[in-house]
């Protein structure tokens, strides 16, 4: 391994890297996008080269190895969190970094751009993205905050212990987040466990490592120390000796991961979405086509927020052609053209996506089909063209797949069905007058937000829980008592 000026030594490392002779091969390289450890930038001699769509190379990630994680750990462990005003405080100078600022040699229009390339998200969505996590960082104290019980108080030596009361604490020091690449706005989340006085080591997708490399430099620049958040890209090999490491972890996948951790009170998981929409039969769906049609297709459609599926009372079929007739058009762009709107993934990418699809359409009536999904943009590249498919029953199995570009399956829905088709999504629309219906499903805990009325299903904003709040994992009430 060699190591940035600053960064923490160990067997075969050295104090700096060698200077780079002008015309040198090196020069030719991508650029480095090194590791952020508790001593500065760390440059590995292990990287991996990060490609756009097209396949060309982007930048080398440095990826660091088991010792320099553990020694991470252990540095953010042994650090104080800084006190709670200038954790607020650094917090909103981060959020002005970040969208305004040169952070890494990168202007945010460059930063942008790269993003867009690499992780194919229309450029529109990842300007988009910028701000919303700006806003979300400013505001993430207090969002933090709002999950703090009523009856509990955030210091000990408040006078109302002194007749006993709650106070709210952390359940650990570390946290780890083995983070998603799929959309820049998942990196909204995790501040706020800075907030909240943790200190955080993120494990960066290898599909888009820009975004929180932009963000902790960002933080370290506003306030935080290196020792208070890290940016530690690893193997999926070393992903669970970062969890193990940390006191609490957030992880991001699949049915499997979801399914590996079930039961550890220790890893918040963030899986599948399947975030869907209902309309029954007192609510005439073609008022609020304009919000089924955004559920489904907003942010590229590749969020856990994107509507999956919709079930309506009645026949579905002239839903499904509205739908058909208004995501069909869209047009195949490349991701950092002005005007896309439909993620851009390597051609085999996906061509994989669309076999995906059709073997698991099989038996449901495509109305835009797995064939149309992939549109080759002539440079290695295609954009994923939106899918809809009608189902004949509401609990058909096809309602849970969820795919990263606009794909719904449209079911019709009966009062006989009632919640149990519903359960597990994360966001729920609910259009309806009925009162009774929206107290059931309210009432069922697989239902993560219930959204009543013409409202997306991708709405988010500071002070909203995304699934439950952060700080209803990260924190803890104890009693105290003091005379």
């Known amino acids: 391994m060699t190591s940035a000026p600053g960064a923490p030594g160990g067997a075969g490392a050295l104090a700096t890297e060698p200077p ?95 993003v867009s390339r690499v992780g194919g998200v229309p450029i529109g969505v990842v300007r988009t993205a910028t701000q919303a996590i700006a806003t979300r960082l400013a505001a993430a104290y207090d969002s933090a905050r709002r999950a703090r019980p009523q009856g509990a108080v955030d210091d000990w030596r408040d006078p ?24 820049p706005g998942t990196h909204s989340l995790w501040p706020e466990a800075l907030a909240l006085g943790f200190r955080v080591a993120v494990r960066p997708s290898r599909r888009e490592p820009f975004t929180p490399h932009r963000l902790i430099t960002a933080l370290r620049s506003a306030g935080f ?50 975030s869907k929409i209902l309309i029954t039969a007192d609510v005439d769906w073609r008022d609020h086509l304009d919000t089924i049609v955004d559920s489904v297709s907003h942010h590229g459609g590749t969020g856990c927020v994107n509507a999956t599926a919709v079930l309506v009372e009645g026949d579905p079929e002239p839903l499904c052609e509205a739908l058909a007739e208004r995501l069909g058009p869209l047009p195949a762009l490349a991701p950092d053209h002005d005007d896309a709107v439909l993620p851009v993934q390597p051609v085999t990418t996906a061509r994989a996506f669309a076999a995906h699809l059709a073997g698991r359409a099989a038996g449901t009536r495509p109305w835009l089909g797995a064939d149309g999904v992939v549109a080759e943009l002539g440079d290695g590249s295609a954009a994923l063209r939106p899918a809809v498919h009608q189902a004949d029953r509401p609990d058909a199995p096809q309602l849970g797949v969820e795919l990263p570009f606009p794909c719904v399956w449209v079911a019709p829905w009966t009062p006989a069905a009632g919640v149990a088709v519903l359960r597990h999504s994360l966001v729920l629309t609910v259009l309806t007058r009925q009162e009774e219906l929206i107290d059931r499903l309210l009432d069922e805990p697989t239902i993560g937000n219930v959204y009543v009325g013409d409202v997306p299903t991708y709405r988010i904003a500071p002070g909203l829980p995304h699934d439950g709040f952060l700080g209803d994992f990260l924190m803890r009430t104890k009693a105290v008592v003091r005379t």
């Open 20 to 114: 780079v002779p002008a015309g040198s091969a090196e020069n030719a390289r991508p650029p480095q996008l090194d590791a952020l450890g508790p001593k500065g930038p760390y440059r590995a001699r292990n990287r991996l080269t990060v490609t756009d769509v097209t396949g060309a190379a982007a930048a080398e990630l440095s990826m660091v190895p088991s010792v320099f994680v553990h020694r991470t750990l252990t540095a953010l462990r042994r650090a104080a969190p800084p006190a709670p005003d200038e954790r607020a405080a650094a917090l909103v100078r981060a959020a002005e970094l970040f969208s305004t600022g040169t952070v890494a040699g990168r202007s945010v229009a460059e930063h942008e751009h790269l």
């Open 160 to 183: 109302l212990t002194r007749a006993g009361r709650a106070v709210w604490a952390r359940r650990g020091e570390v946290f780890a987040v083995n983070a998603a690449g799929n959309h």
């Open 225 to 274: 120390g290196p020792d208070q958040v890290a940016l530690l890209p690893t193997g999926h090999d070393l992903a669970g000796e970062l969890l193990n490491g940390a006191d609490l972890g957030m992880v991001y996948g699949g049915d499997d991961v979801v399914r590996r951790h079930q039961g550890d009170r220790t890893v918040l998981t963030q899986g599948p979405g399947r």
